[in-house]
C-alpha cells in the first residue's frame, strides 16, 4: 500500500522544517515550512517509479515550491530508480526522488529543485488554506477508496459530536465553527436533522459516525476545543 511510504516520507520532510500533513486537495503528502509558512511543499507517493508519478508531481509544480516523489527502491536494483534516463529526466524537471527502503529509511536520489515558475495561485492558497485548517494529521497520504478526513469533514464531525447530548441550535455550536448554520440545513453527510424551526439533533447516520470515527472523533473534539479557546483569547 502507497500509505507504507507515507510515515517515512512525513519524518523525513519534518527533518527539513516542515509542517507535514496527508491527503490535502488530492496531494499525496504536503508540508508548510515552519520557518516560512508561505513555503509550500508536496510530495507524490508510488510503490514503484514509473511515468504517472511523473505526471502527477508536474501537475503538483503549478502550485508548490518544491516538489518530491517517493517510492520504495527496487531490493535488488532494478528498479526504475536505477535508470539515469528517468533520474535525469526528474533533474531537468526540477522534481526531486526519494527512495523508502523496506526498513523505512528514506534516502535522496534526485535533489528538487524549482526552474518552473507557478502557475496556479488560486489552487496554491485553497491547498495551504486546507492545510492550516485542518486538526492534526487525520489522513495517511496515499489513501485511496476511503473518504479523506478533510477540515470540513473534521467541522462537521465536532458539530455531530455536540449534538451527542441532546438537540441545539446553529448559534450554540458557533464556537466550533462560524458555518455551523450552513453545514445544519445543507447536512452533506446526512449526519443531522430538524428537529424544530432552528433546532438540530443527531440522525442515526450522525450517531454512527461519532461511533465509529473514534480516531477521527479525537481529532474533531481536539478541534472542537482549540475553537473555543480561541473564542475566549
Known amino acids: ?115 518552473m515558475p507557478r502557475t496556479n495561485p488560486k489552487r496554491r492558497t485553497k491547498l495551504i488554506k486546507e492545510h492550516r485548517k485542518r486538526q492534526g494529521d487525520p489522513a495517511l497520504g496515499g489513501s485511496t477508496k476511503i473518504p479523506i478526513m478533510t477540515a470540513y469533514r473534521q467541522q462537521a464531525l465536532a458539530c455531530a459530536c455536540a449534538l451527542v447530548d441532546g438537540p441545539l441550535r446553529p448559534r450554540d455550536l458557533k464556537a466550533i465553527t462560524p458555518k455551523a448554520g450552513a453545514m445544519l440545513r445543507d447536512n452533506y453527510y446526512g449526519w443531522f436533522e430538524k428537529i424544530d424551526k432552528g433546532v438540530y439533533g443527531l440522525s442515526g447516520d450522525g450517531a454512527k459516525a461519532v461511533e465509529t470515527l473514534v480516531p477521527a472523533k479525537v481529532e474533531a473534539e481536539s478541534f472542537a476545543e482549540s475553537a473555543l479557546q480561541e473564542k475566549n483569547l
Open 1 to 115: 500500500m502507497e500509505t507504507s511510504l507515507y510515515l517515512p516520507v512525513k519524518r523525513f520532510l519534518e527533518t527539513c522544517g516542515y509542517s507535514v500533513k496527508g491527503e490535502i486537495g488530492g496531494c499525496d503528502v504536503m508540508g508548510l515550512s515552519e520557518g516560512d509558512p508561505t513555503v509550500m511543499v508536496v510530495c507524490e507517493l508510488k510503490l514503484s517509479f514509473n511515468l504517472e508519478l511523473i505526471l502527477q508531481a508536474v501537475d503538483r509544480a503549478s502550485s508548490a515550491d518544491e516538489v518530491w516523489i517517493a517510492a520504495r527502491v527496487s531490493a535488488k536494483g532494478r528498479g526504475r530508480e536505477a535508470d539515469k534516463r528517468y533520474r535525469d529526466l526528474c533533474r531537468r524537471l526540477g522534481i526531486g526522488m526519494l527512495g523508502v527502503s523496506d526498513q523505512g529509511e528514506v534516502s535522496i536520489l534526485v535533489s528538487s529543485v524549482s526552474p
